[in-house]
């Protein structure tokens, strides 16, 4: 068998050739993911079918924040949330969107289901690239067989499935993390293993990650001082490589922002003001300390939780390890807080299940240092498989319910009301309901008057929203409504606020036309059972 030898040790290669079982012609199994061209098509088609299956409404920013802007530079009409007339978000992130959404409207291929579709299939491409990039990456820190046991990990993680082809900006920023964690010498078992353009190529995917989110540079500030700490090189790294691609990177997003804004805006100070020196963000929620340590995070490993603390352990990979204690510990400081904030960690995680799954199927293996663990960690083959079995049966049924059934109304009736406005059935739609609960004209595609109860943050704290006030007093806030509004052909709301307006809607001539399950249980406010189009007769 050829191996590479690019940063991997005799122990670790070691590693990818015992147990292996052998079939006719003595070739070994596990050649199935030697190949990289293999690999990566694995992780395109996996992730291809990935995108389709998730059906879902996970969190407003993947459609208002990414598609939404696309479509209006593309198509000229679309909404611009209050964050973007602050200039607190760069176009970076929806400039892929634009591109395809050029080119469907170039070959007249901007039909309903295109126009929902593919944005997911185009970021499911970038996330096949992560998981590219996080086998490469195992593979020269363990080895090809620990490798494949991290991609088990990647694709069976339910909320990898979940998220990472969802057109967030924290899906891209988490590739780009990854991509970025293979070229850092710092971040191997040995600096002497990378050539400096190596670590060029680093720094020019973490300049990008942090100009498309800025805290992205949580993580970069570490592995950054630890690079620091190590190369012999201190000066050229600073003045030769970080100033100048930085400093590059910089400048190229920031006239891409002055050309799409009209005017100069400095992007990164915006975004930083407002999340870290006013605590803006605590306007939609906070949360204790140690949510991440106590929910968010754990909620997201699930049951991989107690193999990636095993394999943090075994492997003694510290550098790794700390980098995400780091980003929890950091995040953990602001009131605020998601689980999709933490995403780009939750795949270093996941390379530490990985590589104790890979332990369980070894007698011995390299800890990444050129030497093997200890015989205290060896455990009997035949113990690989219960885990795998257990892995399998507590994601599989949480990644299908998450990605085809919870809040699934969300996007289910923006996908009917596109194809009605498609058949030009529709006039105008008013959603009431909580802000930004539904895809916007990112999938209806039609440029029709639309309405949705407002929620940009007050400049005087303790001064409700629109939104706020509709879920207060949903028949007060309609006939308040009615005064001023241009009846609207469709009007959407969740059954919790069905109940209340029924009365009203009928009295004006409106009819229930369609009904779309939504959720089994409540997530932050009342249970949103379904969601439920009305229509003027």
Known sequence: MRLRKHGVTAAAAKVGIENAETCEGGKDKSLLFVSPRRVFTVCLVFRLVNSLLVQ???????????????HRLVFGYG????????????????????????????FHLDTPWFMMRTPRLLQSIFAAIGDFYSYKYSDVLFGHHVAQWVLFSQFTNWFMFFAITRTLSNSLETVLTLVSLYYWPCMRNSSNEVPLLSRRWGLAMAALACAIRPTSAIIWLYVGLLELFVTRHKLRFIFLEVI???????????????LMYGSWIFVPFNFLKFNFLSSGGDYYGTHPWHWYLSQGFVVMLFSFLPFSISGM????????????????????????????????????????????????????ISDGSGKESSKFWAVSKFKLWPAVIFLLATNLPMTLYMSLCHQRGSEDVMSYLAKEAYDDKVKSILFLMPCHATPYYSVLHRNLPMRFLNCTPSEEKGVPDESDRFLADPVGFAFEMEKSWSTPSHIVLFESEE???????????????????????????????????????
């Open 79 to 106: 909404h611009l949330t209050w964050e973007w007339k602050k200039g607190i978000r760069s176009y970076v992130h929806p400039m892929p969107f634009a591109f395809l959404y050029k080119v469907l409207a170039i």
């Open 244 to 258: 100048p691609i930085g400093v590059l990177v910089l400048a190229l997003t920031s006239l891409l922002d002055r």
């Open 56 to 70: 879902t409404y996970f969190n407003p920013d993947e459609h208002w924040q990414g598609p939404e802007v696309a």
């Open 313 to 364: 352990i075994m492997s003694k990979q510290w550098k790794l390890a700390a980098l995400i204690g780091w980003v929890l510990g950091l995040y953990s400081v602001l009131g605020h807080k998601e689980f999709r904030f933490v995403l780009p960690v939750l795949p270093i995680a996941l390379l530490f299940s990985g590589y104790f799954l890979a332990a369980l199927g070894s007698s011995n």
């Open 499 to 537: 109940t209340h307006l029924k009365e009203f809607l009928i009295s004006r001539s409106f009819k229930e036309v369609k009904r779309f399950f939504h959720a089994h249980f409540k997530v932050d406010r009342d249970l949103q059972a379904s969601v439920v189009v009305y229509g003027l007769t």
